[in-house]
Every structure is written in C-alpha cells, then in structure tokens.
C-alpha cells in the first residue's frame, strides 16, 4: 500500500472506530462486489440488520 491507500486504510479504521463507539455496526464492501453480487450483499445487509437489537 502506497500513498493514499495507507491513508485511506487508516481513516476508514478510524470511521470504523468512531462509528462502533456510537453504537454503530459497519459493514463495507467493494464497489465490485456490488456490480458483481448485489444479492450477496444485499443478504449480508439483511441478516446485518436482522441481528441487531431494536432501539
């Protein structure tokens, strides 16, 4: 990892940080992943939102 992908790579662990200690649960995928199985993604978007507790 060169330049702005270590940038980038230290920015999203600190998103990610942030984000959990706000009660948030992240998930990312590849733009790829998302051209090439939306229905993976959309089932791991789904049982993501299933497994979390209500409010």
């Given amino acids: 990892m060169f ?3 270590v940038h980038n790579d230290l920015t999203e662990t600190n998103d990610d940080a ?3 200690e706000q ?3 992240v998930l990312r995928f590849w733009n790829s992943e ?3 199985n ?3 993604v959309l089932q791991v ?3 993501a939102v299933s497994s ?3 409010p």
Avoid: K
């Fill in 3 to 5: 330049g702005s992908a």
């Fill in 18 to 20: 942030f984000f959990t």
């Fill in 38 to 40: 939306l229905a993976g």
């Fill in 23 to 25: 009660g948030y649960r």
């Fill in 45 to 47: 978007i789904g049982e």
């Fill in 34 to 36: 998302i051209n090439r």
């Fill in 52 to 54: 979390s507790p209500s």
